[in-house]
T-cell receptor, first 116, second 112 residues
Framework: NAGVMQNPRHLVRRRGQEARLRCSPM?????VYWYRQLPEEGLKFMVY????????ESGMPKERFSAEFPKEGPSILRIQQVVRGDSAAYFC??????????????FGPGTRLTVL | GENVEQHPSTLSVQEGDSAVIKCTYS??????FPWYKQELGKRPQLIID?????GEKKDQRIAVTLNKTAKHFSLHITETQPEDSAVYFC???????????FGDGTTLTVKP
């Protein structure tokens, strides 16, 4: 059973370009979470999604950032018009569909975004 | 919203000694408290967790305690080894809402 997969592992973008980060949850998991980790800092919650639904996006910047988790395919975190301050590691986590509540989150290897 | 404070930010111990990391939380709705270990450049890995209906949980050299009244929980590592050196994060989660708030991390260094 493969763990949470993220790609690419490393992404370099110039200012103003778009970054697309992908996350495939563990098999059987229908809850996906995205976190941002700045260098030598903690994990900051960005967004929580279930299939085709954004449940909580309270940690996501209002502009330039969007996330989706379609019925088929991976979850995508999209950052438009990237700026240097977007440089960070972006971790995705997934958890199983426990009835009425969420459960333990398992993390992917992260995507390290560098904005030049 | 939830606010999680983690102390200390850095901790250095001698091999074989114990290490204790403490976290406090603010939201009484939080009912799940995982601890993650993150080695440099790697993903956070769950090492132990505790739910709000339990006061203490132990797994070999690692234990976690929870005081719901005081809203704090702690990670205890006994007989530390150099491979325990990493950054440790606590988190407070509301399983109904699905949101986790992480502490800022503790960098543990175990000196041989």
């Amino acid at each position: 059973n493969a763990g949470v997969m993220q790609n690419p592992r490393h992404l370099v973008r110039r200012r103003g370009q778009e970054a697309r980060l992908r996350c495939s949850p563990m098999k059987g998991h229908s809850h996906v979470y995205w976190y941002r980790q700045l260098p030598e800092e903690g994990l900051k919650f960005m967004v929580y999604l279930q299939k085709e639904n954004i449940i909580d996006e309270s940690g996501m910047p209002k502009e330039r950032f969007s996330a989706e988790f379609p019925k088929e395919g991976p979850s995508i975190l999209r950052i438009q018009q990237v700026v240097r301050g977007d440089s960070a590691a972006y971790f995705c986590a997934s958890s199983p569909p426990t009835s009425g509540h969420t459960d333990t989150q398992y993390f992917g290897p992260g995507t390290r975004l560098t904005v030049l | 919203g939830e606010n999680v404070e983690q102390h200390p930010s850095t901790l250095s111990v001698q091999e074989g000694d114990s290490a204790v990391i403490k976290c406090t939380y603010s939201d009484s709705a939080s009912n799940y408290f995982p601890w993650y270990k993150q080695e440099l450049g790697k993903r956070p890995q769950l090492i132990i967790d505790i739910r709000s209906n339990v006061g203490e949980k132990k797994d070999q050299r690692i234990a976690v305690t929870l005081n719901k009244t005081a809203k704090h929980f702690s990670l205890h590592i006994t007989e530390t080894q150099p491979e325990d050196s990493a950054v440790y994060f606590c988190a407070a989660s509301d399983l109904l809402a699905g949101k986790s708030t992480f502490g800022d991390g503790t960098t543990l260094t175990v000196k041989p």
